[in-house]
């Protein structure tokens, strides 16, 4: 029986490695794979999908156990369990796929990092580590395709170490030290994973050292600067900081059989220059036989290794030897065991095996057939991750941070329905009924093994969306059922809308491509039609240009600005406001409800948008939130919106909540095109009953108590009043739409720069950054671009470039505020000569580029709400009838 595994999720930006890692660990570790298929069998990538395209799509995990003794890593100072299991989860680098990363993250204590050594940090590095530190995951980190590159090692980790500090930042000071790589640990490796070997800077020295046997224990620090000191004189760990200090350079001088460190000039240091070309020697070499001499000149090499590798006949070139000196799985192994602790062994569970399930969704027990079906009420679609779960076994679960041990029934879906099974397999999804807990986080065999979470992985933003519906009408009840399949079992965001139009939603194009596919082959049987891509909006109000613009917002110039189109909701409410003679100015409010008068404010929280990037300064949110806090009370927080009531006001406990109830109602979906509101503040003013002008009198008699005031209805009406009111006072202010935006990173040559950037400028692009790649004529590209102009993208770029630029790589980034006003019309003098007193349609054919007006639009006519398009055929010719003659 094997022991519990190291659990360990792949991390990289896409191509960067992990599949081609995962395959020289299976190539050393398990007899699956020759060394010579490493990156070509590709064997974690394995359903079609994947191979077509090339990148991984699913998480796929294997499960591989090594023996200490054998890699002679057994007399490490924590000594690995005997036998021990390693199980790695492969996961996607493609930006679309990441929520896939966050559900292994989630179910894995620890992670390795790839970075390509040549590329550096690229726009996924960022991500995953984002969603690392999200979940405490400590990783340990991999340099991969060295053999392409050796030269910017330092620079390389410099960048890295950079990025983890800025996302560490509100970490503990633990968690940012985790997340700085030393290379002077065996924490980091450098390694070729097509070629199967790792190297780790820690390996050199030790080489450097182990040059002769007595030198095993250094306790005094050299002195620097032309001073040889005798090796046994100097503290390992203390070498090796001096090893990468750039100033130093350490050699063996085997005449003297003395280390000796000297000073250096910058670049020239051991880890700059003598490891890099120690290796290089041997990689660079055009024969085994030129490498091993390149070997024996070094002196590093004991002579009956060498021996051993001369005698073997089958090393044709430098990689080979590399790899039998120094195999990636053995690196790999000693990193794992010296930087993470050992699983717990759950020698209480005898004869069980290990397992961990991660609960995604509560299932209706309407969806069990069987004997069960009476004592299920919640059932938790799981995958499990190790070995298998058994039916009945007991298993430790974690809820809100709490331990807790229960029974399980687990069932797999067959047919539209879950059946009871005896066992599920690794890999699999499932359903499992908790006897004791509804919806648990993780569920494992030992709770030990288990490291603390603070936060659940993150709500992945999916921008993308587009409807299906079925072909036939008629179809309609199997293609439901189909679909319950397929939001059950992948990980796709299905909602049916108020209009009964199926829209699934995805973190980008790849994605949904890959999941329409998947939904057609494997889970419907009937044709079934996707409807066209949508893109999501937020509606958001702004500060007050009124008085300094001459703004003139849609509530006070209903006819102008509603001459842009009709917006329909907003009609309405002003054809009550006009009959209950509600009172709207500049983000207030002052509406009679059932008798009661109740005012509010509406505040944009402008600082939500400010700026280009998604890093809101979080110094600044808190200064807004302790200026809301000094004035209101706060009393809910909606996504992005606050409300709450003024603190020298009471409101009771019911009429608060249906208030709330109101805020809430309001945010959901904002006045303009139904999109969710974002960046609003809501304030209550007060609330008093309205003063009637024929109120009976009441007569005060002496020693009688005052009758107290009606009570307030505060009801279903009540609160639908309210959420218009609210959506009244927000468009009294000016209205803003906020567009997602997404980080461009890509590469192109320099001769192409002008064509691409004149691509990315037409594209309403903003360059970022541009880094020249060392060595090369590429410039590595990064800019924040409007999701909305990111269709056909890649093609643009690459027919511009005439194939020179590489396909982007595409993550969401942040919410953007456009500037322009929606209901924007010429109304002043000058804008009437220039733009003419016609009415413009928003896009940029017409001469007004109002792109805020063109995606109200596009998704008003999406979602089938009213859209009154200009009908004026500006310059058209006079029509005619055109007879046929005879
Ligand atoms: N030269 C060199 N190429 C490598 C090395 N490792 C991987 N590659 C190549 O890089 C490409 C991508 O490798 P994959 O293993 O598919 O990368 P991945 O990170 O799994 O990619 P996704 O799953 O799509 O995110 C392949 O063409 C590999 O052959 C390496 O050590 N050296
Ligand atoms: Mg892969």
């Given at each position: ?54 990148i991984t799509i699913r998480l796929s995990h294997t499960s591989l156990v090594f023996d200490p ?402 072909e036939k009408e008629a179809d309609r009840s199997d293609f439901e059922t189909a679909l319950n ?402």
């Amino acid at each position: 029986m094997s022991s519990p595994p190291y659990l360990l999720t792949l991390l990289a930006h896409i191509d960067h490695g992990k599949t081609t890692f995962s395959d020289a660990l299976l190539s050393t570790l398990s007899s699956a794979l020759n060394p010579k298929s490493v990156g070509l069998a590709r064997l974690l990538d394995s359903t079609d999908e994947e191979r077509r395209r090339g990148i991984t799509i699913r998480l796929s995990h294997t499960s591989l156990v090594f023996d200490p003794e054998k890699f002679q890593l057994s007399n490490l100072l924590i000594p690995p369990p005997k036998n021990a299991n390693l199980t790695i989860i492969d996961s996607p680098g493609h930006h679309d796929f990441q929520s896939n990363v966050g559900r292994a993250l989630n179910i894995t204590p620890s992670s390795v990092l790839l970075v390509d050594s040549l590329e550096g940090v690229r726009a996924r590095t960022i991500g995953v580590i984002a969603q690392s530190v999200k979940v405490q995951n400590t990783p340990l980190l991999v340099l991969n395709k060295c053999d392409k590159n050796l030269d910017t090692l330092r620079g390389t980790i410099s960048q890295i170490n950079a990025t983890t500090a800025t996302l560490t930042k509100y970490s503990s000071e633990q968690m940012q030290e985790n997340y700085q790589f030393k290379p002077e640990t065996d924490g980091v490796i450098f390694a070729a994973a097509t070629q199967c070997w790792g190297i780790s800077f820690k390996d050199y020295i030790r080489l450097l050292i182990r040059r002769n046997n007595k030198f095993q224990d250094y306790s005094n620090p050299p002195s620097s600067n032309h001073n040889t000191v005798a090796p046994s004189k100097i503290n390992f760990n203390k070498l090796l900081s001096m090893c990468y200090d750039p100033k130093k350079i350490i050699k063996w001088d085997p005449q003297a059989n003395k280390i000796s460190v000297y000073k250096c000039e910058i670049g020239e240091g051991t880890f700059d220059f003598a490891f890099p070309s120690f290796v290089k020697g041997i990689i660079e070499a055009p024969t085994a036989s030129s490498a091993l001499a390149h070997l024996s000149e070094t002196n590093l090499i004991p002579r009956q290794v060498l021996e051993i590798l001369q005698s073997a006949k089958n090393l044709k070139l430098g990689h080979e030897i590399m790899r039998h000196l120094f195999p990636l799985a053995k690196t790999t192994v000693r990193a794992i065991i010296t930087t993470f602790e050992p699983p717990t062994p759950h020698s209480s569970y005898k004869n069980k095996t290990y397992l961990t399930c991660e609960g995604t969704r509560l299932v209706d027990s309407r969806d069990v057939i069987g004997d069960v079906k009476g004592e299920i009420d919640n059932i938790t679609i799981c995958r499990v991750w190790d070995e298998r779960v058994n039916d009945g076994d007991i298993l430790w679960t974690l809820k809100e941070g709490e331990w807790k041990e229960s029974r399980v029934r687990v069932m797999e879906w067959k047919e539209n329905s879950f059946k009871c099974v005896e066992s599920v397999e690794a890999g699999r999804c499932c359903g499992v009924w908790f006897e004791s807990v509804v919806n648990c986080d993780i569920a494992c065999m030992n709770r030990e093994n288990k490291v603390k979470r603070e936060k659940p992985v993150e709500n992945e933003d999916k921008p993308i969306s587009i409807t299906v519906r079925p072909e036939k009408e008629a179809d309609r009840s199997d293609f439901e059922t189909a679909l319950n399949k397929f939001t059950l079992l992948e990980d796709a965001q299905v909602v049916v809308t108020e209009r009964g139009e199926v829209v699934i939603s995805s973190g980008g194009e790849v994605e949904m491509e890959n999941l329409i596919h998947d939904f057609r082959e494997l889970y419907s049987n009937v044709s079934i039609i996707v409807g066209e891509r949508r893109i999501s909006y937020r509606e958001s109000v702004a500060m007050f240009p009124n008085e300094v613009h001459g703004y003139k917002a849609p509530v006070d110039a209903p006819r102008k600005a509603l001459g842009q189109f009709t917006c329909t909701p907003w009609n309405t409410i002003l054809g009550d406001c006009e009959e209950s003679g509600w009172i709207v100015k500049n983000g207030t409010c002052n509406c009679i409800i059932g008798g009661n008068n109740v005012k509010m404010s509406v505040y944009p929280r402008a600082w939500l948008w400010e700026g280009d990037t998604a890093d809101t300064d979080v110094d600044e949110v808190e200064n807004d939130k302790i200026k809301f806090n000094s004035e209101c009370k706060d009393w809910a927080v909606e996504g992005e919106n606050w409300c709450g009531g003024r603190k020298n006001v009471e409101f009771t406990k019911e009429v608060k909540e249906s208030l709330i109830a109101g805020f809430r109602e309001a945010t959901k979906a904002g006045i303009v095109a139904e999109e969710p509101m974002h960046g609003v503040v809501v304030v209550f003013e007060g609330l008093g009953v309205e003063e009637v002008e024929e109120v009976e009198e009441v007569e005060e008699v002496e020693g009688e108590p005052i009758p107290p005031p009606p009570p307030i209805d505060v009801g279903g009406h009540f609160i639908s009043q309210i959420s218009k009111s609210i959506r009244l006072a927000c468009l009294s202010r000016p209205c803003r739409i906020a567009e997602s935006y997404v980080r461009c990173d890509f590469q192109s040559g320099v001769t192409s720069l002008g064509a691409v950037y004149d691509t990315v400028s037409k594209r309403r692009g903003k360059v970022i950054e541009e880094i020249m790649v060392e060595g090369t004529e590429m410039i590595t590209i990064v800019v924040a671009l409007p999701l909305s102009e990111t269709t056909g993208l890649t093609n643009e770029l690459l027919d511009r470039s005439s194939g020179e630029a590489s396909a982007p790589m595409m993550a969401f980034s942040h919410w953007q505020l456009m500037s322009l006003d929606p209901f924007w019309t010429p109304t002043t003098e000058e804008e009437r000569e220039e733009y003419g007193e016609g009415l413009k349609r928003g896009d940029k054919s017409t001469g007004i580029a109002n792109v805020a007006q063109g995606a109200v639009r596009k998704v008003r006519r999406a979602k089938g709400m009213v859209v009154e398009e200009d009908k004026l055929v500006d310059g058209a010719d006079k029509q005619r009838n055109m007879k046929k003659k005879k």
